[in-house]
């Protein structure tokens, strides 16, 4: 009797374990960096995850952002990095991630970025190149979407281009020398206003 009642709970377990996991939901700290999310129908640009204008309190309930990004905050400006989901771009071998950057004025979001940068110290050449790999390839893709930049301009050897949209908004595609440790560096923006002429951080 003993061992019958012992089976019994053995596979009532085994059930619940196995019924359990296949019923939870599956949370990845990784998130596909899709570029047809940057525009809404009324011809806006912002990131479809992070529409411009949310709160920060909003903001936390679509990413995990943990503190603001320090010495950078300044009156009524604020910069938060998210630390989860991280935002990949790429695939294989030649793949990189983001978070998702944040820029808030008077409590409003004004832009959203993601930083590309690769690392003077790889020996590998696909990985040293990175940033370029995907510089090649997302322009094109950029411009089918949304067709040719309104703008491109030359600051110093970086390359921006910027395409504009209603409601006074705009996407910014950069690419160029990195800083301190990165040796190149892709940062593309979604912003309103004057936010995307800032100085990139």
């Known amino acids: 009797m ?3 009642l012992q089976g019994l709970l053995l596979l009532l377990l085994l059930s619940c374990v196995t019924g359990c ?3 939870a939901p599956q949370s990845s700290p990784h998130k596909e960096l899709k570029l047809d999310s940057f525009q809404n129908e009324e011809g806006v640009f912002q990131f479809s995850e992070l529409p411009l204008g949310i709160s920060l309190e909003e903001a936390k309930e679509k990413v995990y952002i943990r503190y603001p990004f320090p ?3 300044e009156g009524s400006w604020e910069f938060y990095n998210s630390t989860e989901p991280r935002y990949i771009y790429g695939e294989g071998k030649t793949f990189s991630t983001s978070s998702a950057q944040m820029e808030f004025d008077n409590g409003k979001l004004i832009r959203v970025r993601f930083k590309f940068t690769t690392d003077p110290d ?4 696909v990985i ?3 940033t370029q790999t995907h510089y090649e390839d997302m322009m094109p893709k950029l411009e089918d979407l949304y067709g040719p930049p309104d703008s491109t301009e030359e600051e110093g050897k970086t390359v921006v281009h910027i395409w504009l949209g209603e409601e006074d908004t705009m996407l910014r595609l950069s690419h160029g020398p990195g800083k ?5 560096s ?3 923006s ?5 936010a995307a002429d800032w100085k990139e951080i």
């Not at 790889?122 to 050449?125: F, H, I, M, N, V």
């Not at 301190?180 to 190149?184: I, V």
């Not at 979604?190 to 004057?194: D, R, T, Y």
Request: net charge negative.
């Open 2 to 4: 003993r061992r019958f």
């Open 21 to 23: 996991s296949s019923s």
């Open 71 to 73: 010495g950078y905050s």
């Open 122 to 125: 790889y020996e590998d050449p």
């Open 128 to 130: 040293a190149q990175l």
């Open 180 to 184: 301190g440790r990165e040796a190149e």
């Open 186 to 188: 892709m940062i593309l």
């Open 190 to 194: 979604l912003a309103v206003g004057q």
